[in-house]
Nanobody, 116 residues
Framework: VQLVESGGGLVQPGGSLRLSCAAS????????MSWYRQAPGQERELVAT????????NYVDSVKGRFTISRDNAKNTVYLQMNSLRPEDTAVYYC??????????WGQGTQVTVSS
């Protein structure tokens, strides 16, 4: 299993970024995918999840209305569109898939920094 994130960077408050996570090594179309983030000194936080067909999405309250998770099952890729970014969104963002109750896989993470 391999998850490779991209798209992070430095953006001003109010700006936008689109994260991508390219997945391989498992049957992508069968699994829910998630984005997590971890800010310095804080625990890793679930940001958004999307069902295997893309029809079911969930978000942490702090990003509702600003972030959109989506997936392209033909490309084995999951996305996180982040709009109206705030300094408190600064974190390392991780892609995740849970194949079984005890088997989680993570990407290497991509840094998002929101600062003027």
């Amino acid at each position: 299993v391999q998850l490779v994130e991209s798209g992070g960077g430095l953006v001003q408050p109010g700006g936008s970024l689109r994260l991508s996570c390219a997945a391989s090594g498992f049957t992508f179309t069968r699994y829910r995918m998630s984005w997590y983030r971890q800010a310095p000194g804080q625990e890793r936080e679930l940001v958004a999840t999307i069902g295997s067909t893309g029809g079911s999405t969930n978000y942490v309250d702090s990003v509702k209305g600003r972030f959109t998770i989506s997936r392209d099952n033909a490309k084995n890729t999951v996305y996180l569109q982040m709009n109206s970014l705030r300094p408190e969104d600064t974190a390392v963002y991780y892609c995740n898939v849970r194949l079984t109750f005890s088997l989680d896989y993570w990407g290497q993470g991509t840094q998002v920094t929101v600062s003027s």
